[in-house]
């Protein structure tokens, strides 16, 4: 079943601002993990956050995880065009290995 | 490291014929590899977990005598699609797992997709 669910669906700043991109899914979890796509091409694995785990940062990146309201979210700061892309989020449920991705926020930065 | 390689990049075939999609780990070994689907402005779709030496765990809907996995060594999955028909046309991915990562974090490494576009 497809869990994972971004929102918004799209996003679309100005070069230098913050962006942030939401996750919501339904069942336990061993991890959470956000992904980047450029257009056409392959996955990214930007940042994973274990599900003991309340907050994570990596550069410019800052991931919070709510096992409460099982909820998860991606803080782009200072914002560049280069970080135009699709972000998706991914979650390991239980003890399985498979991930499901959720349908993922396309981010515009407009220079 | 951790490199997910896949070819060919991009393939054009015609209706009805076979194509076969490679999918290696570069420097690593991979005891479980996974194949997705992406169609444009999507989320990846899980199709199948390849197992090396076994037989590969399709997912529900997924046609497995039209997708057929191999994973025969453990740098190695290969998917191919039978009898291709246009609405075959899309964005396969594959991933595998390090079997040395025994942090139990359930990483996985992409590989940078192949599009298909069947005539």
């Known amino acids: 079943s497809q869990q994972g669910e971004e929102d918004p669906q799209a996003l679309s700043i100005q070069e230098g601002e913050n962006a942030t991109m939401n996750c919501s899914y339904k069942?336990?979890?061993?991890?959470l993990q956000w992904y980047r796509q450029n257009s056409g091409r392959g996955l990214v694995h930007l940042i994973l956050?274990?599900?003991?785990?309340r907050e994570k940062h990596s550069g410019r990146l800052r991931v919070t995880l709510d096992t409460s309201k099982k909820s998860s979210s991606l803080l782009i700061t200072a914002s560049r065009a280069a970080d135009t892309a699709s972000y998706f989020c991914?979650?390991?449920?239980?003890?399985?290995?498979?991930?499901?991705f959720g349908k993922g926020t396309k981010l515009t930065v407009n220079p | 490291g951790a490199v997910v390689s896949q070819h060919p990049s991009r393939v054009i075939c015609k209706s009805g014929t076979s194509v076969k999609i490679e999918c290696r780990s570069l420097?690593?070994?991979?005891?479980?590899m996974f194949w997705y689907r992406q169609f444009p402005k999507k989320s990846l779709m899980l199709m199948a977990t390849?197992?090396?030496?076994?037989?590969?765990?399709?997912e529900q809907g997924v046609e497995k005598d039209k997708f057929l996995i191999n994973h025969a060594s453990l740098t190695l999955s290969t998917l191919t699609v039978t009898s291709a028909h246009p609405e075959d046309s899309s964005f396969y991915i594959c991933?595998?797992?390090?079997?040395?990562?025994?942090?139990?974090?359930?990483?996985?490494?992409f590989g940078p997709g192949t599009r298909l576009t069947v005539t």
């Open positions: 420097d690593f070994q991979a005891t479980t």
């Open positions: 069942t336990s979890i061993n991890n």
């Open positions: 956050i274990r599900s003991n785990e």
């Open positions: 991914a979650t390991n449920q239980g003890g399985s290995e498979k991930l499901v």
């Open positions: 390849s197992n090396e030496g076994s037989k590969a765990t399709y």
């Open positions: 991933s595998a797992r390090d079997m040395g990562d025994y942090r139990g974090l359930y990483e996985q490494y």
